[in-house]
DNA sequence: GACGATCCTGATTTGATCGTCAGGATCGAT
DNA sequence: ATCGATCCTGACGATCAAATCAGGATCGTC
């Protein structure tokens, strides 16, 4: 180690993030797919189209693999939560936010069902991630909600509720998208149907959370 | 067999009855915490007081007992798609299910956690439910509002978009509920607090959903 | 081309859980 | 009291997936 050159260190680096990177990405489609409980390392290993033992070799176990996955997919979610343009009027801030969540709903829709699956089975491996990361952020968006509600530039609504109607609606289309594709009938959602949706969600929730008619 | 009275079949069905009911309500339970791969024989056993062989006596196989536990559940998922009252206004029509909704996510989190799990993992096991059962409920309850549309009583969204909206914001409180909890900073959630929060969506939604401004 | 270090993997072990089975307990009917 | 039917369960076996391990392959350095 002490005769290690910088380049030899970097090359394996290189080897060494590559092989991760596969199987993170693997990982993060199996466990997306049937949950960490039913997922196998056989099964992810396979996509990554290496042996089962190397994936052992990487993450030692699968539990920490699945932690490794979880911890990826949570930073996404988190800077998702700063798009929120703070000097924007609420229209523009609140309707570039939906199209901001509607986006990551469709471009990492294994990482969205990951965190629901997650919450949905009691949230207890994200607890201090949502203490100490999530919550500290959302905070100042809550009160810069807060802050148009007072001058009347929001409805009274409670700005907690009005985020949470905004993450349901626009999460939905990540974890209910085999109902969703059942219910219009279609193979698959497409990027454009992403859009008409976001349309649709953004039109009704900022009418009903904003005042004045606005046609 | 032959010598059976009707009376000696009925107190051994509730015997069966008994048992069989203290099974699926601990199974409910123990599937929703933690999904159906997770989920182990031996807890649900344990939580309905019995050994685990009479788990097996009664229901066959894990997946029997799930298939089973999801039958009544999706039974329950059905009957609140009939609660539109297709005589009144949309705008009772639509508070009242938003309402039906959100008591069924208080009264039976464990319910609406199952079948979202289902769906989060591609919804294979309930593709022929959704097709055969829940499409054909739900399409007159679509072209109700389609009807509205056309007559000027809805604003122009799309009825399904409508309805991803409500379904979405709705089960949030039963699927995301640790979620709820961390950013409310409440220990859980109460009757009231989902009474506030039914008034909130249906105030937003339909105000967003319905013509001309109602204050 | 010998070295140290890391990469990589087939074979095997370990551990957990599903599911079976043989047989005892219970209960109503006669 | 005995009988048939069903209820019920402890003990066991089979299965399947996680994790280990010993050893070979590869690579940059000297």
């Given at each position: 180690?002490?005769?290690r050159?910088?380049?030899?260190?970097?090359?394996?680096?290189?080897?060494?993030?590559?092989?991760?990177?596969?199987?993170?990405?693997?990982?993060?489609?199996v466990?997306?797919?049937?949950?960490?409980?039913?997922?196998?390392?056989?099964?992810?290993?396979?996509?990554?189209?290496?042996?089962?033992?190397?994936?052992?070799?990487?993450?030692?176990?699968?539990?920490?693999?699945?932690?490794?996955?979880?911890?990826?997919?949570?930073?996404?979610?988190?800077?998702e939560?700063?798009?929120?343009?703070?000097?924007?009027?609420?229209?523009?801030?609140?309707?570039?936010?939906?199209r901001?969540?509607?986006?990551?709903?469709?471009?990492?829709?294994?990482?969205?069902?990951?965190?629901?699956?997650?919450?949905l089975?009691?949230?207890?491996?994200?607890?201090?991630?949502v203490?100490?990361?999530?919550?500290?952020?959302?905070?100042?968006?809550?009160?810069?909600?807060?802050?148009?509600?007072?001058?009347?530039?929001?409805?009274?609504?409670?700005?907690?509720?009005?985020?949470f109607?905004i993450?349901?609606?626009?999460?939905?289309?990540?974890?209910?998208a085999?109902?969703?594709?059942a219910?219009?009938?279609?193979?698959?959602?497409?990027?454009?149907?992403?859009?008409?949706?976001s349309?649709?969600?953004?039109?009704?929730?900022?009418?009903?959370?904003?005042?004045?008619?606005?046609?």
């Amino acid at each position: 180690m002490a005769t290690r050159t910088a380049a030899a260190t970097a090359a394996k680096a290189r080897i060494r993030d590559a092989a991760q990177g596969r199987i993170l990405d693997a990982a993060a489609e199996v466990f997306s797919e049937r949950g960490p409980a039913a997922a196998t390392v056989a099964e992810i290993a396979a996509r990554a189209d290496m042996p089962t033992a190397t994936v052992h070799y990487y993450f030692g176990s699968k539990t920490a693999l699945y932690d490794a996955v979880l911890s990826q997919v949570l930073d996404l979610w988190l800077s998702e939560i700063d798009r929120i343009d703070t000097q924007g009027p609420p229209e523009e801030a609140l309707s570039a936010y939906i199209r901001a969540k509607m986006r990551v709903s469709f471009a990492h829709p294994a990482a969205s069902r990951i965190v629901a699956g997650e919450i949905l089975r009691g949230g207890a491996k994200i607890e201090s991630f949502v203490r100490d990361e999530l919550l500290p952020h959302l905070q100042a968006k809550l009160d810069l909600v807060e802050h148009w509600r007072r001058s009347n530039r929001v409805r009274p609504v409670d700005p907690r509720t009005l985020f949470f109607l905004i993450w349901a609606s626009t999460e939905f289309y990540a974890t209910y998208a085999s109902e969703v594709v059942a219910v219009r009938g279609v193979e698959r959602l497409t990027e454009a149907e992403f859009e008409t949706a976001s349309d649709a969600i953004a039109d009704i929730i900022l009418r009903g959370a904003l005042p004045r008619a606005r046609d």
